[in-house]
């Protein structure tokens, strides 16, 4: 199969996330392509007015994941702009991951996947359950980890 994970990332922990999940996917012989969004100038929560410098085509895919850090108790602007953007993933798998510095899910993460899959039910897609790993001062791998193999059973069933 072959999978794109979109995401957007400040300080890396969710792409250290979307780097377990792919290395998931490829370990297993599927195709992992991961496309970190950047942006043209500083982006703060709740900011409408920016640009996308590019944003990843993914009607070839079989499947995507979609990831991003909370900002301000929600999903960050940028994956959001870049999820408003995707018109049609019809039919296909779905799901989103988050990271976020709190251990509370309620100060956050669960609104953000909640934003997230609601952009996804939009496009058509499949929507399969988000994830959500606190960063709370370090890397929780295993949290990473078991994320990533439910993601694979879900995607590969
Ligand atoms: C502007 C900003 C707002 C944030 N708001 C929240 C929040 O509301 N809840 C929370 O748990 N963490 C919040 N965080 C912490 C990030 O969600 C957390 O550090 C996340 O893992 C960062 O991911 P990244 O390294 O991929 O950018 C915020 C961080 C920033 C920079």
């Known amino acids: 199969m072959k999978i794109a994970i979109v995401l957007h990332s400040q300080s890396g922990h969710t792409a250290q996330f979307a780097g377990i999940i792919a290395s998931k996917f490829t ?7 991961t496309r970190l969004l950047r942006t043209s100038g500083h982006v703060s929560p709740g900011k409408k007015n920016f640009e996308l410098r590019d944003a990843p085509e993914i009607d070839q ?3 995507a994941l979609f990831g991003g850090p ?5 999903a960050s602007p940028v994956i959001m702009k870049y999820l408003s953007g ?4 019809k039919g296909k798998k779905a799901a ?4 976020m510095g709190s251990p509370f899910l309620w100060m956050g993460g669960n609104q953000a996947v909640k934003a997230m899959n609601n952009k996804l039910e939009s496009c058509g897609a499949e929507v399969l359950m988000g994830e959500i790993v606190p960063y709370h001062f370090k890397a929780n791998k295993a949290k990473m980890t078991e994320a ?10």
């Open 27 to 33: 370990e297993n012989g599927h195709e992992a392509d």
């Open 148 to 157: 990533a193999n439910r993601f694979y059973q879900a995607i590969t069933r």
């Open 61 to 63: 895919y079989d499947a």
């Open 96 to 99: 989103c991951f988050v990271t």
């Open 70 to 74: 909370v900002w301000a108790f929600t």
């Open 86 to 89: 995707l018109k049609n993933f």
